[in-house]
């Protein structure tokens, strides 16, 4: 090959542009990542989307009047007062025990700490049903504490108070499990830089711990609140199945349907559902609204 | 002259380990003073005693004749600037720095008007009033810890405590800041007590400088006292580059286990370590001589040898312009002259200073670069 000497040298662009087009991805190749994709939204579609959306058809297939005056049904509306109150309690108790035990683990080092963070964990390995025959095996007429509490006429089991009980059970980890890992990864500097300031230990928990902690918080608590509404095999061995008085929703659900009541039972789930979706969407308007901020506390 | 804070048999124990064990120190009012010392020296434990973060197993902490024990770190009035500065990371730098006064009892909070006075002082003070609206994430490190300064300055402490305060930032800024906040302690004259494992910073920031070992106070004295009259081998070590050679002191001489003589040292006979520091060593020209140089390192203002003598490898470092006068090179003989050193026999606390071996002379001195001991003519390298 003669190479000419003279022949002017590619400008400088046109030399950029050449080795633009030779983009090396340090990634998977095309196809991989196709079917990841496809993978990924075709599950979401399969087994989120589809039966939400069936769930919906399903509720309104007869009718908007049917719907209304499936959920105006006395039952349903006492399921759905006592999924509220039971869902309320259980919410406030766990940022009660969450934060306590988060802190104790997180800011302490004593024997049995590592104990205690299994303990925690326990209501998520244990079935749900098992929650709802320990509170039976407690609290029931024939259970320890039974005799004990019909002397005092107090009904735990098969009401309000065996239901909260179970509930709690169940939703216990959530809470404590968000925080736990957040107050080790922030350290308790801050604390004593406040308590060196001259803070009390409430204005150092309040003013420092606290807004620390409040995404974790919120975070812990809408998935608790989840799971506190829909919570059904804890609750359905305490609760008795009493129409009227002890059904919570998903147990109203069953029940409907049991009957053949499908449309007011998919009326009910989907009510159950929507709940569900607020909580979400109240997350993701917060995330939204507080963007700059939550940047600011999750970095350093 | 009454101590701001004293400090008597301070011990400390992390299990079997004591990471203090019977510190006494009094820092005196308005000075900066520096603790200085490897990492698991105790440093920063007693820092966090001082403040009140941490309890000693025994003894006691005063603060200007009272007991400070019996205090609350929130009311002992101490400044503390963290490490990582632990700035409230939802808050403002504005915020930050109002904490202190926000969160007084009732009684004793400033109106909120004066509040922000003080606020907009003291960021005025430290140079960032433009930045009060900020989150702590949107500043950079030397912007951190200048809020952090700023939030501690707020409540008037009585004594600053700085833990590492330049640990976390980058050469250059470190220095700049190191400036900075020696003439911010000039103007506020506040006690101050800072930590730091770098000797650099110590000497130059610092009014005194308590030099510590595994729990214990080594030396405590000015920037100049412990470089230059280190009471130990650990500070000599530790202040600045030094070389330790194992010698024996024989008839008033220091010698090296191949028996070249280095120095000259009264009263004491036996083995010893003798600690020189590269520049207090000089080297002239002399084909005969006893030092071999082995590596040049000369791009800067000192040219870093190492020299060969009596058997063992010697830092040596002198100003470019002898260097180039000595007109020597890899390979070549020397002479050597140890000007300066110190001695510490087996098992001796303190150390003992070896004198060069010819009495250095006024006019000896002058030659000391050039060819008196080997009668060569003075060479010019081309």
Redesign the interface.
């Known amino acids: 090959m003669r190479i000419d000497v003279n022949q002017p040298r590619p400008a400088p662009a046109a030399a950029a542009s050449a080795m633009s087009r030779r983009v090396v991805r340090v990634t998977e190749s095309a196809p991989v990542r196709w079917a990841l994709t496809a993978a990924a939204l075709g599950f979401t579609f399969l087994f989120l989307l589809l039966p939400l959306a069936s769930v919906v058809v399903q509720a309104f297939a007869a009718g908007l009047d049917t719907y209304l005056s499936a959920l105006a049904d006395p039952d349903t509306l006492s399921a759905i007062r006592l999924t509220v109150i039971v869902a309320l309690i259980a919410v406030a108790l766990n940022v009660v025990f969450g934060v306590a035990a988060a802190w104790c683990i997180a800011r302490f080092t004593f024997r049995g700490r590592n104990l205690l963070v299994t303990l925690i964990d326990v209501p998520f390995s244990v079935s749900p049903v098992i929650a709802g025959m320990v509170q039976v095996l407690l609290f029931g007429l024939r259970g320890w504490l039974g005799p004990l509490l019909q002397q005092h006429d107090l009904r735990v089991v098969f009401a309000l108070p065996g239901i909260v009980l179970a509930t709690v059970f169940v939703t216990l980890p959530f809470v404590a499990r968000e925080l736990i890992p957040l107050m080790e990864e922030q350290g308790a500097?801050?604390e004593?830089?406040?308590?060196?300031?001259?803070?009390?230990g409430w204005?150092t928990f309040l003013?420092?711990t606290l807004?620390?902690l409040r995404w974790g918080l919120l975070y812990g608590v809408l998935l608790c609140n989840a799971r506190a509404m829909g919570e059904f095999g804890a609750v359905s061995v305490v609760s008795g199945h009493i129409r009227g008085a002890t059904n919570t929703m998903p147990l109203q659900v069953e029940i409907l349907f049991n009957d053949y009541q499908i449309e007011a039972a998919f009326a009910v789930a989907s009510l159950l559902a929507l709940l569900a979706l607020v909580t979400l969407g109240a997350k993701l308007l917060l995330e939204w609204r507080h963007a700059?901020?939550l940047?600011?506390?999750r970095?350093? | 002259m009454t101590a701001e804070i004293s400090i008597r048999g301070v011990t400390r124990r992390f299990g079997a380990q004591a990471a203090l064990d019977g510190v006494d120190l009094d820092v005196r009012p308005g000075e900066l003073l520096a603790l200085l010392g490897p990492s698991g020296s105790g440093k920063t434990t007693l820092l966090r005693i001082i403040a009140g973060l941490e309890w000693p197993d025994s003894g006691t902490v005063m603060f200007g004749g009272q007991d400070a024990m019996e205090r609350h770190v929130r009311e002992r009035g101490v400044g503390f600037v963290f490490q990582h500065y632990a700035l409230f990371r939802h808050m403002t730098v504005f915020e930050n720095v109002a904490f202190g006064l926000r969160v007084r009892p009732r009684a004793q909070r400033l109106p909120r008007a004066e509040i922000a006075r003080r606020v907009h002082t003291l960021l005025n003070l430290v140079q960032l009033d433009w930045l009060a609206d900020r989150y702590p994430n949107q500043l950079s490190g030397g912007q951190r810890q200048r809020v952090a300064l700023a939030r501690a300055l707020a409540i008037e402490p009585r004594v600053l405590l700085l833990d590492e305060p330049f640990g976390a930032l980058d050469a250059k800024v470190r220095k700049e800041l190191r400036r900075w906040l020696r003439s911010l302690h000039e103007n506020v004259k506040v006690t101050s007590v800072f930590v730091t494992h770098d000797q650099e910073e110590a000497l130059e920031l610092a009014d005194r400088v308590v030099v510590m070992a595994n729990g214990r106070i080594e030396q405590v004295g000015t920037p100049a006292e412990v470089y230059c009259t280190p009471a130990s081998a650990f500070v000599h070590e530790f202040l600045g580059d030094t070389n330790r050679l194992e010698c024996r002191v024989e008839g008033g001489r220091a010698l090296l286990a191949d028996g070249t003589p280095i120095g000259r040292a009264e009263d004491i006979m036996g083995s010893a370590i003798a600690y020189v520091r590269p520049h207090d060593v000089t080297l002239a020209p002399a084909a005969d001589g006893p030092g071999i140089i082995r590596h040049v390192h000369a791009v800067g203002p000192l040219a870093q040898l190492v020299v060969e003598l009596g058997g063992v490898e010697i830092d040596v470092a002198i100003p470019a312009d002898s260097w180039a006068r000595l007109g020597a090179g890899r390979g070549d003989r020397v002479a050597v002259t140890v000007q300066a050193g110190t001695l510490f026999p087996q098992r001796a606390t303190r150390g003992i200073p070896m004198q060069p071996l010819l009495p250095a002379s006024p006019i000896l001195s002058l030659v000391r670069n050039n060819t008196v001991y080997s009668g060569r003519p003075i060479h010019h390298p081309e």
């Open positions: 500097e801050e004593e830089a406040a308590i060196s300031l001259g803070a009390s204005q003013r420092v807004p620390n700059s901020e940047a600011a506390t970095r350093r």
